[in-house]
């Protein structure tokens, strides 16, 4: 019953910014991790930024100083402000949410696509 929607991506040259945001509706459990994911062709799906529903925050290491991801957990969003974006940081990104102690779901949306060129 979970669903996500994604908005944000777009294409942006080197140095640009992007700020995507993912909304959870549904029947969202007290203590859950969300946020948001990436895959390059040819590469496993990494994670980019997530929070969890008290606040803490957990980044990929090639982000860090460079995104941030914040979180409504009254409105379940998320949001991944990112910036000095590179060409790297180019793929479908997928926001996720989860549900911790229990398991009870585990949410994908449909991918938004980012790309990042001169």
């Known amino acids: 019953q979970v669903q996500l929607q994604e908005s944000g991506g777009g294409s942006v040259q080197p140095g640009g910014s992007l700020r995507l945001s993912c909304a959870a509706s549904?029947?969202?459990?007290?203590?859950?991790?969300m946020g948001w994911y990436r895959q390059a062709p040819g590469k496993e799906r990494e994670l980019v930024a997530g929070?969890?529903?008290?606040?803490?925050?957990k980044y990929g290491d090639s982000v860090k100083d460079r995104f941030t991801i914040s979180g409504d957990n009254v409105d379940n969003t998320v949001y991944l402000q990112m910036n000095s974006l590179k060409p790297e940081d180019t793929g479908v990104y997928y926001c996720?949410?989860?549900?911790?102690?229990?398991?009870?779901?585990?949410?994908w949306g449909q991918g938004t696509q980012v790309t990042v060129s001169s």
């Open positions: 996720n949410i989860r549900s911790l102690r229990p398991s009870l779901y585990d949410v």
């Open positions: 549904g029947h969202i459990s007290d203590l859950n991790f």
């Open positions: 929070i969890f529903s008290g606040g803490v925050t």
